[in-house]
């Protein structure tokens, strides 16, 4: 076939081309470009190379504030698979009670992130919360704002209950697609309820599943409103996240050069780990797991 | 192996039927003889995915009882009843090895290593995969996945009967044939009971040593491929089964003497009054076309198919299909049709009438 060869066709990803230029490439490079350079306000600029990049590498903050990211993410992933699979296991197929379920866990979906956080803020206290209450009136030393492993439960359950569902809902669609001849053939064979979930179920959820994880790695990895609301990254630093302290650095203490640096690390950060669990995942999922 | 008899046997989707339509399985007695093939044949939702789940427990019926040699098992699990059943589309473990999926059922049930490992060989040698055993099943084509699920099926020795839900549905036909062939001999070799539920009628009359042919929820006959060519007992018999079916037209029957339209036809038997809507039936092999001899007819068209030819007619107002030889002429003289009169068979509301000599 002849190739038509129109140079005008360009114009026709234009508006693409703006659109991203203006939400992502545009903002991105001026990050880049506080990175490499020095600033005393007045919008004048000094050139400052790599120097932000080093003395972030070397700063024992960051390093501490990448470690309890990466433990917040790790437990609140180890914590909402298997618990999402658990309970989308566990729901109704069909019927009332099914879209029931599915609406009833959707709602903590619907709740904006800083309520998130208050609800919870408020939820924990000894004095007034329901949980912080009960929890002393049974005699349990409970106090996010002073202790270091209370505030941890804190957010980690506040993650816990606000996401979950969304690891649920995805498994639940995974399972719905199963067609019933699977469980019949498993019954024929004799399969125990393991096996059925081993060699039926995971297998087809794992796609479903892959995008669940990767999500909820995504976002915990950058999550900020929740805790900052709750305990403000305290007590301490014992709760500051990774964006916690960007924000801290950049417009708590205006630092922007060092925060520009910063944040393209976080970023590339999060690319490395999502680019590597991917490429396992399909791997994994090419030998059959 | 065992013999299983459906005692009173009727199943409705709904919770609480009221009326007979209600059932999509109408109420049932049969055997089925232990040791016998047997095919299932009828329309699609005429019940026999319904019955063949509750023989195999995936379905608990609404009335009746189903008997394992004399034991009771309407209430017993899938498991208890130790049964093979294939599904119509193909069922593999995806993630596992082709020689995983046939060891399973036998794995499950505790079957040690060295008879998993025989048994596997022996059915892939007769499934004709024994050259994928250690490839993931995923990736398959659905015919080959198809050939897993049936060897699944086949893999265990010991059950009480194999079931076969259309499960050539997907096969291509040269493959069709070849393992239908094998199915048979599994049969001829090792003497399970089996039953194989498919709407094609080829597949039942080759397979099978007694065909059930099932009309909206009932079972209308039981017999041999034979007993079904020459002497349907329901009116849907008749047109299921034959290509093309039997003819059926409206008469009026008195004594030995039929009149279609007024028009007297000398039957082979005699009969008493009959109520309701009667009919004659006649396959089209047993027609014959002549210049000269029984009922005016109209040809309007000549098929032919290679074996012999079918003549589409008109007949009294009625489509009617005679079947001549390849190497009979046809002329436009020819507007005449005869009946072999031991071939026609009286129905009386569809249901067949047996005549006295």
């Not at chain 1, 067609?179 to 498993?186: K, L």
């Not at chain 1, 979930?197 to 790695?217: C, D, H, N, S």
Request: charged share 20%; with cysteine.
């Amino acid at each position: 076939m002849e190739k038509t060869v129109n140079q005008k066709a360009w114009f026709l990803v234009l508006p693409v081309l703006i659109l991203v230029a203006f939400s992502a490439v545009i903002p991105l490079m001026t990050v880049v470009n506080y990175s490499v350079q020095d600033t005393f306000g007045n919008n004048q600029f000094f050139w400052a190379g790599l120097e932000w990049f080093e003395e972030m590498l070397s700063d024992e903050r960051m390093w501490n504030a990448l470690q309890r990211q990466l433990m917040f993410s790790a437990i609140i992933l180890a914590i909402e698979i298997p618990l999402g699979i658990y309970v989308a296991l566990h729901m109704p197929k069909s019927g009332f009670w099914s879209s029931f379920c599915l609406v009833v866990m959707s709602l903590p979906l619907l709740i904006p992130w800083n309520v998130v956080g208050t609800i919870w803020q408020i939820f924990g206290r000894v004095d007034i919360g329901l949980l912080g209450y009960t929890l002393d009136a049974l005699g349990i030393d409970y106090n996010y704002t002073q202790d270091v492993f209370a505030a941890w439960v804190t957010i980690i359950v506040m993650d816990v209950w606000h996401w979950t569902s969304l690891v649920a809902l995805l498994a639940f669609a995974g399972l719905k697609s199963i067609p019933d001849a699977y469980y019949q053939a498993a019954k024929i064979d004799q399969a125990s309820r393991w096996k059925v979930f081993r060699f039926i179920e995971l297998p087809k959820m794992m796609g479903v599943l892959m995008i669940a994880i990767l999500l909820r790695f995504m976002d915990s990895f950058m999550i900020y409103t929740e805790p900052f609301v709750v305990t403000g990254g305290g007590p301490g630093n014992a709760t500051t996240l990774l964006s916690i302290d960007l924000v801290k650095m950049a417009l708590g203490q205006f630092d922007l050069g060092p925060a520009a640096a910063f944040s393209l690390m976080y970023f590339l950060v999060i690319l490395l780990i999502s680019w590597v669990f991917y490429t396992v995942m399909v791997n994994l999922d090419k030998k059959g797991m | 192996m065992a013999k299983i008899t459906l005692d009173n046997l009727a199943h409705s989707y709904l919770p609480n039927p009221a009326s007979e339509d209600d059932f999509a399985l109408k109420e049932l007695n049969h055997d089925w003889v232990d040791g016998e093939a047997y095919a299932l044949l009828g329309s699609s939702g005429c019940g026999k995915s319904t019955l063949l789940n509750i023989i195999s427990g995936l379905l608990h019926p609404s009335q009746g009882r189903i008997l394992f040699d004399g034991k009771d098992v309407t209430h017993a699990p899938t498991a208890e009843r130790n049964i093979a059943q294939v599904f119509q589309f193909p069922v593999v473990y995806d993630t596992m090895t082709v020689h995983d999926n046939l060891a399973f059922p036998l794995r499950n049930r505790g079957r040690d290593e060295t008879y998993v490992a025989e048994r596997v060989q022996e059915i892939a040698r007769m499934i004709g995969m024994e050259d994928m055993l250690h490839r993931k099943a995923r990736g398959l084509g659905a015919d080959q996945k198809q050939k897993i699920s049936l060897g699944r099926g086949m893999v265990r020795k010991d059950v009480n009967a194999l079931l076969f839900d259309e499960p050539l549905t997907v096969i291509d036909p040269h493959m069709k044939w070849e393992l239908r062939t094998q199915l048979k001999k599994l049969h001829h070799d090792f003497g399970h009971t089996m039953i194989y539920v498919t709407h094609d009628q080829t597949e039942a009359l080759t397979f099978a040593d007694k065909v059930v042919v099932m009309y909206d929820g009932r079972v209308v006959q039981i017999g041999t491929p034979e007993e079904l060519f020459e002497r349907p007992e329901h009116t849907f018999v008749g047109y299921f089964i034959g290509s093309p079916g039997m003819n059926v037209i409206p008469a009026k029957v008195d004594g030995n003497r039929a009149y279609i339209d007024g028009t007297e036809l000398t039957l082979a038997q005699g009969y008493g009054p009959l109520d309701g809507k009667v009919e004659i039936g006649v396959r089209p092999e047993f027609a014959r076309l002549s210049q000269t001899e029984g009922l005016p007819v109209r040809v309007r068209r000549v098929e032919d198919v290679g074996r012999h030819k079918i003549i589409r007619a008109e007949f009294f107002g009625q489509d009617i299909n005679i079947i001549a030889g390849e190497d009979d002429r046809i002329s436009a003289d020819m507007n005449r049709v005869s009946f072999d009169a031991a071939h026609v068979n009286v129905y009386a509301n569809d249901w067949l009438v047996r005549g006295a000599a």
